[in-house]
């Protein structure tokens, strides 16, 4: 397992942000890992998506359990397939300039690999969390 914790300040309202994170199929739109998010179920609060993504010419195939906190968190683990075993949490919380996400967990990969790659899945959360924040900040503008 490797280790993963980011954040960034968006300089929005908690629930603006939240909302938009929270809309799990327009992910790919705004991330360079996830190519494909699906639901294909939905109870309550708790959504079981498959999912593509692409890591270091990799594509990753799974299905992920994620269990949503209105407007506070929102709780992933990978169920099946690639990955499986993965927990990722995002927390929002109210700040004087807007809300802070934090993305922290534990990722499912070989210890070997996982010591090679940690900080760059930090850096691709990292910049999918800007590319958020420029949606949300700037949504007539095309991300940087």
């Not at 980011?6 to 327009?26: G, N």
């Not at 079981?48 to 709780?75: F, L, M, Q, W, Y």
């Not at 969390?129 to 420029?134: A, D, G, N, S, V």
Request: with cysteine; proline share 6%.
């Amino acid at each position: 397992m490797v280790s993963v914790s980011v954040s960034e300040l968006i300089k929005a309202p908690q629930e603006k942000v939240y909302s938009f994170v929270s809309d799990f199929e327009k992910a790919p739109h705004y991330s360079h890992y996830w190519k494909s998010v699906r639901v294909r179920s939905r109870e309550g609060n708790v959504l079981v998506c498959d999912t593509e993504a692409h890591v270091i010419g990799k594509t990753i195939k799974s299905v992920t359990r994620i269990v949503t906190h209105p407007n506070e968190s929102i709780d992933a683990e990978t169920i099946e397939g690639d990955g499986k075993g993965t927990k990722i949490t995002s927390s929002f919380h109210t700040v004087p300039d807007g809300t802070r996400v934090l993305i922290e967990g534990e990722i499912a990969l070989p210890a070997l690999l996982g010591k090679l790659v940690q900080g760059r899945i930090e850096s691709a959360l990292l910049e999918d969390l800007k590319i958020i924040k420029w949606g949300i900040e700037k949504p007539d503008h095309e991300p940087p």
